[in-house]
């Protein structure tokens, strides 16, 4: 590591982390850093240990990731931001985990209020409760408040990001706990369901990557930027490049609550297909209708594969040797 770690450093190793070949190494080495003052900022030495706790929690070393949890609070005082909130819930987390659910619940109970005030709370908070068995409870917390933001903004629904502020959030993991429990959709899930799709595209948009998810295996996307060079702003100049922008994505949503998410394998005689003698295959919308049609999940790719099992783009590599590391580029 470095020997000053600055937060784009640490929020990298969050990304990273679990590629590495020893990440309980890995979070020795950011609390080391944390106590031994090796930060550019003193002020992120509550984050790199709440890193650490989470890389040991996530490798069962439970005792390990109590004791860093319980540093970060220590060295964060009395601060009330996002960044103790979540070593609040972690360590609700890894209470939950070592039997101690009362004590858990006691360290969950006086963050409702984060709910409404910090983006990553909903997240933190609702995933404690799931470990610890508590999706109704959570299903409660985050319903309540919910219906605090709507009343709060009122109107229709937000149609940006910065629009719904903290409402997406809510209702993004309000959504993910209703499904995990088996719940009939709301107004509120169909509101849920609309934003996040209205927000994918257009994050997808500015990033120049295809909504579609559509997977161009090797022979048919050199048949694609031959016959349309100019989809390759929408699917990448190469095939690592197309590779790499799906594994980039599939991540990203990851990182937004999405599950179950797969590739759509594509070809270009289906798209010219589907497009018609009158519609034109290089338009963003046939291809989006092309990703949408009737039976296109069938055949698709789930995602992500086992570290060790073959990697989803078909190259016959392990993923981890593969398109795992694409999305770090």
């Not at 799931?130 to 219906?147: C, D, F, N, P, Y």
């Not at 048919?220 to 699917?235: H, M």
Request: with cysteine.
């Amino acid at each position: 590591m470095k020997e000053a770690l600055t937060s784009a450093d640490i929020e990298e190793i969050r990304q990273s982390v679990l590629g590495q070949a020893d990440p309980l190494g890995v979070a020795a080495e950011l609390a080391a850093a944390a106590e031994a003052g090796r930060l550019a900022d003193p002020q992120d030495a509550g984050q790199a240990l709440t890193l650490a706790a989470e890389i040991a929690e996530s490798r069962a070393k439970l005792d390990a990731a109590l004791r860093y949890v319980e540093s970060s609070l220590a060295v964060s005082g009395t601060r009330d931001d996002n960044q103790v909130m979540a070593a609040h819930a972690v360590r609700a987390r890894i209470l939950f985990r070592l039997g101690r659910a009362d004590e858990a619940m006691a360290e969950l109970e006086p963050l409702r209020p984060s709910l409404n005030q910090h983006a990553d709370a909903p997240a933190y908070v609702s995933a404690a409760l799931a470990v610890g068995g508590r999706h109704r409870v959570a299903e409660e917390w985050l319903t309540e408040a919910v219906k605090t933001a709507v009343a709060e903004r009122g109107g229709p629904d937000p149609a940006t990001a910065d629009e719904a502020g903290l409402l997406f959030f809510l209702l993004q993991q309000r959504h993910r706990i209703r499904h995990a429990i088996g719940a009939q959709h709301d107004a509120y899930d169909n509101m849920a369901e609309r934003l996040e799709t209205r927000l994918a595209n257009a994050s997808a948009k500015a990033a120049g990557v295809a909504t579609d998810l559509l997977f161009w295996p090797q022979a048919e996307f050199g048949r694609l930027v031959e016959r349309w060079p100019a989809l390759t702003e929408a699917y990448g100049a190469t095939w690592d490049e197309h590779r790499a922008r799906l594994e980039t994505e599939l991540v990203r949503l990851t990182g937004t609550g999405r599950s179950n998410l797969a590739v759509l394998p594509a070809t270009v005689d289906g798209l010219v297909a589907f497009a018609g003698s009158d519609g034109d295959p290089a338009d963003p919308q046939t291809r989006t209708g092309y990703a949408q049609r009737p039976g296109a999940t069938t055949g698709q790719i789930g995602w992500p594969p086992e570290r060790n099992g073959a990697c989803w783009c078909g190259s016959g590599n392990k993923y981890k040797k593969c398109c795992l590391p694409r999305s770090r580029r």
